[in-house]
């Protein structure tokens, strides 16, 4: 029913002038709304700023009929109306803080055809008079703005929005448009089910930071470690160490101060004026360096920063990648750089078991507060106490068990005059410990994902493969670039590129051996064999081994014996550094797909290695530049064709292509698109949208020349 075309009562990019003032759309932007008027279902990803609402404000005005914006903050909402309203739109909100006898007006308004944008909030869908007043009213778009609130795996849930789903189906399944800036894989998959989505069209922009220089160093040694942060802060001057324990935090600011370097220390452990003191030195500019957990971020507005350091490995991409994301606000070149060492990831893995106190655990605290309270039901005991009490080890997991027992309506927390531990009160003490309703199912889904989320960040660590490239994947943009500017992009001097068709396919086959050889469960691919066996496999050797093993029974035995084992051998090393295979170690390393590798196998082409030579054939690679000479005119011609191109855009000169690719172009000279794909820098996306004018212009400079 959704994809019924509607009919325009005016084109989008006239209702953005007319209505907007702008000209031209952001970056993606037009996808979505092209998308959204011709009818489709769709879930939009963009970050914070990336120009979301106009995604379902501009069809609102091209569709007949009135739009329904879900929006979780009332605040917000109103802002939002005042803002349509100043740009003469008919627009209005309904929310709980209107009288219902003015919610029923406004009801009617949007019956009579009175409003183009209604905004509602979640919480009205509980009451069944005010989903009976919508029935008999026709919805032409049902929008839900920060849809991640629906999913229970997101850091921001709102029970409400579950029921959207419900009030979709009882106003007749209008078509619906959910967006968010936060977008893992989990989360996507949620609001597509809650809302049942039909077809869902599903752009993710707008999350590439192409000012920033992303780079993982593996690090074995704490002076190691103080090396770098020496360097980075002496270089780069403003910016923040982030660190993963408060204590952490103390220990790397005194090596700070004992440098004479001027920095703040910030954590949850320090008081309210302490932090508000400490952020407040930092945003004025008299110290120019944070240590800080993640506690630090939140409001923090100083658009100059120049590094972020990561002392540790953060505990997700999507931690990671937020933090990170706080350099270079000012859209200036800045750097961000993690020191990663294995052992660091013991800490995050005690955060996780802290957040995931598990059933028993949250029965054995409730059944402490049921023995110790008084006969108001009270109990005033700090955490480590109740831990002791409990018989617990992790004080980390009973708050958060507390925390749970208060989520789920059993006890109540309160402040107590003068005393900095919180009361406890039982709200329903006739409940025994093992009486409480838990879902067991859901509290360790939570775990499995947290672990999962960890996995995928140490697996980044170990890439060789473009860190932005990784990241924009991860977060599901398609088609993402290589970013010419992280360590590994810069490291690999312009050796690794895309593979042609006929690469592609062995790699796929690799990877459907691989595949054959490990096992998939519920958190991913596990390795089972070695490289060995499965290279013997592939190449469909007749040893004792592998018939034993009933390998040559498999589909893919022997469907890449025409490569020989040393080439495979040296394909299997290249796969693994570009992040396609993981090795598990063990007693022995076996050998498994990685999620990128998933997807690659089934036809992903966003990947680049470092191809291992062919003996015979193969195809050209661009090979020692800098033996190719450089002419600085035709240097020079290429970078005002860049700025040309730049400013026509209103982008800056390196998003269209950065210093070091357009040397390679000058250098390389490629006369096709063949060629020029295999220019360090360039992928599809960049030379579908950029690559003609440069080789027209290579052209022309050869011609002139000869
Ligand atoms: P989000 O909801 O994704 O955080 P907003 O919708 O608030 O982002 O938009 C961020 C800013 O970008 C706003 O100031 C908005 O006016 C501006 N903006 C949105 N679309 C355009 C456009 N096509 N041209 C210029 N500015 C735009
Ligand atoms: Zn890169």
Known sequence: MSAAAKTLIQTPLEALERHFGHRAFLDGQDRVIEQITSGKDGLVVMPTGGGKSLCYQLPALCFEGVTLVISPLIALMKDQVDALEAKG??????????????????????????????????????????????????????????????????????????????????????????????????????????????????????????????????????????????????????GIVYCATRKKVDEVSEVLASWGMKAIAYHGGMSDQQREKAQNIFLQRKADVAVATNAFGMGIDRADVRFVIHYEVPGSIEAYYQEAGRAGRDGEAAVCELLYNYADTRTQEFFIDGANPGAQAIRDVYQYFIDE?????????????????????????????????????????????????????????????????????????????????????????????????????????????????????????????????????????????????????????????????????????RSQDVIAAKLD?????????????????????????????????????????????????????????????????????????????????LFSILRDLRSKLAKAESVPPYVVFNNKTLEALARYQPSTRDEGLAVPGIGEAKAQRYLRPFLDAIQVWKKAKS
Not at 178 to 197: E, F, G, N, S, Y
Not at 584 to 603: H, I, W
């Open 89 to 238: 739109i008919a627009a209005t909100v309904i929310n709980s803080t209107v009288p219902w006898e003015e919610q029923k007006e406004r009801l009617n308004g949007m019956q009579s055809g009175k409003y183009k944008l209604v905004y509602v909030a979640p919480e009205r869908f509980r009451a069944e008079s005010f989903l009976r007043a919508l029935e008999g009213i026709e919805v032409s778009l049902f929008a839900v703005d920060e849809a991640h609130c629906l999913s229970q795996w997101g850091h921001d849930f709102r029970p409400d929005y579950m029921r959207l789903g419900k009030a979709l189906e009882k106003i007749g399944q209008p078509q619906c448009v959910a967006l968010t800036a936060t977008a893992t894989p989990t989360v996507r998959a949620d609001i597509m089910k809650v809302l049942r989505l039909r077809e869902p069209f599903e752009v993710v922009s707008g999350f590439s930071r192409p000012n920033l220089s992303l780079s993982i160093t593996a690090v074995e040694k704490k002076a190691q470690k103080l090396d770098r942060v020496k360097a980075i802060v002496k270089e780069h001057k403003t």
């Open 373 to 541: 309270a008084d006969d108001d039901y009270e109990v005033h005991r700090s955490i480590e106490d109740i831990t002791e009490g409990a018989g617990l080890k992790n004080s980390m997991a009973v708050s958060s068990a507390v925390a749970a027992l208060a989520r789920a309506g059993y006890i109540e927390r309160f402040d107590i005059p003068g005393k900095r531990l919180r009361g406890t009160r039982l709200k329903k003490p006739q409940v025994s410990a093992a009486g409480i309703e838990l879902d067991e199912e859901a509290l360790e889904e939570k775990d499995r994902r947290d672990r999962e989320k960890l996995k995928a960040m140490v697996e980044m660590c170990y890439a060789r493969a473009c860190r932005q490239q990784w990241i924009l994947e991860y977060f599901g943009e398609e088609n993402a670039d290589v970013c010419g500017s992280c360590d590994v992009c810069c490291d690999d001097g312009g050796s690794t590129r895309a593979a042609t068709e006929e690469e592609h396919l062995i790699v796929r086959k690799a990877l459907a051996g691989v595949a054959r050889m490990s096992r998939k469960s519920s958190v991913g691919w596990e390795g089972r064999f070695g490289r060995g066996k499965i290279v013997m496999m592939l190449t469909g050797s």
């Open 553 to 633: 029974q498999l589909s893919t035995y022997g469907i890449l014996k025409e490569l020989g084992t040393g080439y495979l051998n040296s394909l299997f090393r290249a796969m693994t550094d570009g992040g396609l295979l993981r090795v598990e170690t063990g007693e022995y390393p076996l050998l498994t797909l990685s999620e990128r590798g998933d997807r690659v196998m089934q036809g992903s082409k966003s990947y680049r290695l470092v191809w291992p030579s062919r003996t015979e054939g193969g195809p050209a690679v661009v090979e020692g530049l800098e033996d190719q000479g450089f002419d600085p005119q």
